[in-house]
C-alpha cells in the first residue's frame, strides 16, 4: 500500500540528537528504496526553505525520524498539523508532555504508576540535600544526553551544572538498582520486553550507539505474570499520555520486581541498534513492517479524525 504513497520523509533537524536521527532516516530510506516507495528527503535545519519544499513537496503522509527538541516535543507536529499533512507518531500535545520528563512523571503517578521519586530544580541554588546515589537528567533531552549517576554531593553539584548547559528544568530522582527494561509501543499495543545489559556504568549515549559490548535479550527472561504486569504498564502509560503510533516506554525493574516508568519516548530510534525494532522483531513484525504499519496509521488516524 504505501508504495502508492507520497512521503515526506523527515530527518536531521537541530537538536543534539541529530546525528542520531540521521541514522534513523537513512534506516528508514532503505526501506523505502527497497519498497519502491515514492519519497523525498527533508531536514528542517534551515526552518523556511524546509518549509517551503514541503508545501510545494505536496505529500501524502511525512514520516518523522527526528529524536530530541524540535522534532519529538511537538514542534514539527505543529507545523504539519498546520499544514494539513498527516504524520507518523503521536500528536502535538502527547509528544509535548512526554518530551517534558518531568510533566511526565507528575501525570503517570497521578494516575497510579510509579515513578521514581525525585524533585525538579532550574538552578543550583535550588538544590538542598538530595539521598544519594541519585540520577541527575535534563527534563526536555533524549538518547541519555546529559544524564549522571551520582555518588556524592559533589558529583551532584557538577552534575547539575553540566545539566542545566543542556536544559532550563533538571530533574534529580532516586537511583533504583535494577534491571534496564524497555517494551516497544505500535498502534495501541505493547510489544515484547528487551533486557538491556551493560558492561559498565548504565545504558548511557555511549553504550547505547557506539560500544559493542552492549548485550540485548529479548523477550526478556522474566516471570510471565509479572511480564505481563510491566508490558499493561507500558500500554497504560502510552494510554495516559495520548500516545500514537509507534513509541518505547522506559522502565527500571527494581531487585524487588517492582516496575518503574523512566520515560516515554514518542519517536524511538530507527538505527541497528535501536530498541523498538529488536522489540518489534521479537514480536514477530520485521524491520520492513514495523515502517509500514507506522505510515499506514498515520494515514488511517488523519481519515478518521475527518468523519
Do not use: W
Amino acid at each position: 500500500m504505501i508504495e502508492k504513497l507520497k512521503v515526506a520523509l523527515i530527518y536531521g533537524g537541530i537538536s543534539s540528537e541529530r546525528e542520531i536521527s540521521i541514522k534513523s532516516g537513512k534506516s528508514v530510506e532503505r526501506v523505502f528504496k527497497k519498497l519502491g516507495v515514492n519519497y523525498r528527503v527533508f531536514d528542517p535545519i534551515e526552518k523556511e526553505r524546509f518549509i517551503n519544499e514541503l508545501v510545494n513537496f505536496k505529500p501524502d503522509v511525512a514520516f518523522l525520524a527526528l529524536h530530541g527538541k524540535g522534532g519529538e516535543d511537538g514542534t514539527i507536529q505543529g507545523v504539519l498539523e498546520f499544514l494539513n499533512i498527516p504524520y507518523t507518531g503521536s500528536g502535538v500535545k502527547a509528544s509535548a508532555i512526554a518530551m517534558d520528563k518531568a510533566l511526565t512523571k507528575k501525570i503517570l503517578k497521578s494516575e497510579g504508576i510509579k515513578v521514581p521519586e525525585g524533585i525538579v530544580v532550574s538552578s543550583l541554588e535550588e538544590l538542598s540535600s538530595f539521598p544519594l546515589p541519585a540520577v541527575v537528567k535534563p527534563s526536555k533531552e533524549g538518547s541519555s544526553v546529559g544524564v549522571f549517576i551520582v555518588k556524592s554531593e559533589e558529583e551532584l553539584i557538577n552534575a547539575v551544572k553540566n545539566a542545566l548547559k543542556l536544559d532550563n528544568t533538571i530533574i534529580v530522582e532516586e537511583y533504583i538498582k535494577g534491571r534496564e527494561l524497555t517494551v516497544g509501543y505500535l498502534n495501541g499495543e505493547p510489544l515484547e520486553i528487551v533486557e538491556i545489559v551493560v558492561e559498565d556504568g548504565f545504558y548511557d549515549y555511549r553504550n547505547k550507539y557506539f560500544s559493542g559490548k552492549t548485550e540485548y535479550i529479548c523477550p526478556a527472561n522474566i516471570e510471565s505474570n509479572l511480564y505481563r504486569e510491566i508490558q499493561d504498564i507500558a500500554r497504560r502509560s502510552c494510554e495516559i499520555v495520548g500516545v500514537k503510533g509507534a513509541a518505547r516506554v522506559d522502565i527500571i525493574l527494581s531487585d524487588d520486581n517492582v516496575p518503574y516508568v523512566l520515560e516515554i519516548n514518542t519517536i524511538p530510534g530507527l538505527t541497528d541498534k535501536s530498541l523498538l525494532p529488536k522489540s518489534a522483531k521479537a514480536s514477530g513484525i520485521s524491520f520492513e513492517e514495523l515502517i509500514e504499519k507506522m505510515v499506514i496509521e498515520a494515514v488511517y488516524e488523519k481519515e478518521e479524525t475527518k468523519k
